[in-house]
Nanobody, 127 residues
Framework: EVQLVESGGGLVQAGGSLKLSCAASGLTIDNNNIGWFRQAPGKEREGVSCISSGGGSTYYKDSVKGRFTISRDNAKNTVYLQMDSLKPEDTAVYFC????????????????????WGQGTQVTVSS
């Protein structure tokens, strides 16, 4: 059984930083494309970042480029999302998902029928 468990969310002031973790079990992250998504109240879920299997490619949503960094620790089977210079508009529930069908530098794709999702972690950025 695949399980993804996010952690690291919290309340931070604008300009601050948080590091989210996505610990995977039942799935080897090095062999899969892994993504971070977020959903703000009243808005649709959107892709924030992803990292390809083998780490050859990473994707970032335009609004987070230069502020967020995705990485992974294969030994811990965990993917991270370092979020710096946070803005109030980054406030959302953040989810990790795997496997994605595609993670390239300019796009990603996943199937609702095959991707597993974590329970999410709340990120709140105050102004």
């Amino acid at each position: 059984e695949v399980q993804l468990v996010e952690s690291g969310g919290g309340l931070v002031q604008a300009g601050g930083s948080l590091k989210l973790s996505c610990a995977a079990s039942g799935l080897t992250i090095d062999n899969n494309n892994i993504g971070w998504f977020r959903q703000a109240p009243g808005k649709e879920r959107e892709g924030v970042s992803c990292i390809s299997s083998g780490g050859g490619s990473t994707y970032y949503k335009d609004s987070v480029k230069g502020r967020f960094t995705i990485s992974r620790d294969n030994a811990k089977n965990t993917v991270y999302l370092q979020m710096d210079s946070l803005k109030p508009e980054d406030t959302a529930v953040y989810f990790c998902a795997a496997p994605l069908l595609l993670c390239a530098s300019d796009t990603y794709y996943y199937s609702s029928s095959t991707a597993y999702w974590g329970q999410g972690t709340q990120v709140t950025v105050s102004s």
